[in-house]
Structures are given as structure tokens and as C-alpha cells.
């Protein structure tokens, strides 16, 4: 993105992971929950299981889009790293378990940052590739204020989801800005005809004249 003007934009549409919060880590928390459960694994097997169930998740994420499709989507997961880590374990048991070792800080300087969005005026929505979890987890870190509109199940790259953010905040493609970390991000961006501004958020916000 180049210098791009605060008066050129109506709203701002943000990525959740990676820019505005990071997950802690969450192998010492599955180790001892599955010590607890009868089974010994090292560092290097839990992150491992850890690591093919991110890959899984990722692909999937969006399935998680209700109740009954998140359910589905925490089992799959929790079995996806059983699974890896040859953990002959109930998987609905140890469903909640799993993703309740999954917890999520915000980034240095976000607040600020968004703050700084609102002060120009900006609407602002999150556009993620997350589960239905994820309006829970912007309450809980207290994010929720900032944004009019959340859109859990983006599905990028493909354009969908920030199309339908923009549409709920009124704003046209062409005076909206997408702020994210990775590919997806940069090209669910130009296909829906926004500008683009690759994340640190701080940073790229610190580029709006």
C-alpha cells in the first residue's frame, strides 16, 4: 500500500490472528492434560499433534460457523491431535479440553491502534477465517467495542466475507481498507477492490495520512 489518506476511506475491515492477537503456547497446558489422562508424551510429540491439528483447522475453520458445525469442528480437531500424538483417548471427552487450552492475547499497540481508527471516523469489522468462537474471544479480551460488524467465517482469499463485512458497515469497496498478515489477507483484499495494508496493525495504521 502506498501513503494512503484517512479521507480516502470510509471503513477499515482487520484480521484477527496475527494482527490483532497471537496464541500463547498452548503444548505445556495438552501435555499435562493428557499426563493427566494416563498419557506421557515429550515437547517435541505434543507440538507436533499440535502442529497437524493447525494444519486441519485451518482448512476447516469456517465449518464452525453455528452451534451444531462447532461441536463437529472441536471433535474433529481434538481427534485430528489424539490422533497424532497416538493417544488412544475419547475424542468428545477431550474435546472441550483441547480447546480450552487454547487462549489468545492481544498484540502490542493494538488497542491503540484502533482507537487511533476510530478517531478518524473509520467503521471498523473484523474479517477472520476463525469459528464462532471468535466473537466470544474479542468479549473476553475486550475488543468487541471497537468493531460494528464481525464476520467469523470469512473464507478467505476468496473475497466473500469481506464483501459481506462492508456491505453490514455501508461502505464500498473502493473507500475501505483491509488490514491482515498473510496471503489470504492480501488477496481477498484486491479481489473484493479494497486497499491493503499488510499487518503489524500499528504499522500499517501509522501509514494513514
Known sequence: MGRLSAAELDGVTIDAYGT???LLDPVPELTAA????GVIRDRDAVAAGFRAEVAHYTLHAGEGHDEEGLARLQRDCAH???????AGLDEAEFAPVYAG?????VLPDVTAALERLRSLGLELAVAANWDLT?????DEIELTRYFRVVVHAAGKPAPDGLLRALAELGVEPARALH???DGADE???HAAGMHVAVAPLPEAVATLG
Do not use: K, P
Open 20 to 22: 490483532l492477537v497471537t
Open 34 to 37: 493428557l499426563s493427566e489422562r
Open 80 to 86: 485430528v491431535f489424539l490422533a497424532a500424538v497416538a
Open 101 to 105: 487450552a487454547m487462549h489468545f492475547e
Open 134 to 138: 471468535l466473537h466470544r474471544l474479542l
Open 179 to 181: 488490514i491482515g498478515d
Open 187 to 189: 488477496l481477498a483484499g
